[in-house]
């Protein structure tokens, strides 16, 4: 009796969590036309890749509050070392799928520190 509870127990929180991850990716998905325009405005040379450089005197608040809800970090060096999902050293618009689902399934929390 015991492990049927413990059981439907946890299967209920493994639901609840990926109930919260859709959610989440929607807020996302949601904010992707504003996120688009940013991203163009930021691209200062229209090259299609943000780098580091061209962040570095854009405020964090440019971001939809959907997004700032969905990544907590203090600055965007966290963020872009966040979502460089290649390790290139630039986010282009074609990374916009694998960095919805990075956000939505894995969401940067405070202090996030490499390799975690």
């Avoid at 990716?25 to 580091?52: C, E, Q, W, Y």
């Avoid at 203090?74 to 919805?100: H, K, P, R, V």
Wanted: hydrophobic fraction near 40%; charged fraction near 25%.
């Amino acid at each position: 009796m015991t492990k049927a509870l413990v059981e439907n127990a946890m299967e209920h929180a493994a639901q609840q969590a990926e109930d919260e991850k859709v959610v989440l990716k929607k807020k996302v998905r949601g904010a992707m036309p504003s996120l688009l325009k940013i991203f163009h405005t930021i691209d200062k040379d229209n090259s299609g890749m943000i780098t580091r450089d061209e962040l570095q005197n854009v405020p964090m608040d440019i971001l939809p509050p959907k997004v700032l809800a969905a990544v907590c970090v203090d600055n965007w060096e966290e963020l872009f070392e966040y979502l460089d999902i290649d390790g290139t050293g630039s986010l282009s618009q074609a990374q916009e799928d694998q960095i919805i689902h990075k956000i939505a399934l894995h969401p940067v929390i405070k202090n996030h520190t490499k390799g975690s």
